[in-house]
């Protein structure tokens, strides 16, 4: 690799070159925050109401649910990571 591929591949630090990046992970960051908002303030009642459990119980099972989703889609999503969309630097 020579000097002048180096210096075009250099990271830019600051909000303004990474806009792009930064807007994704306040979308991100929203959709996971109405979610724990929708969980903690809507769900119990519907879960008492509906099912007829507990508000706790409700907000645990929807809780390791979430978790072992997350995992899961963590994992997969690693792995496609690794095989297409790391670039080789050796």
Known sequence: ???ANIQSNAFQLGLRPNWKQFALLVVVNA???AMIGLERSIFPD???K???ITSTTAVLSF???FGISK???N???GKLVNRFGRKKFW
Do not use: P, R, W
């Open 1 to 3: 690799m020579t000097t």
């Open 31 to 33: 959709f996971v925050g």
């Open 46 to 48: 519907f879960a008492e």
């Open 50 to 52: 509906i099912f007829g």
């Open 63 to 65: 809780i390791i649910a």
């Open 71 to 73: 995992a899961i889609t």
């Open 75 to 77: 994992y997969f999503t």
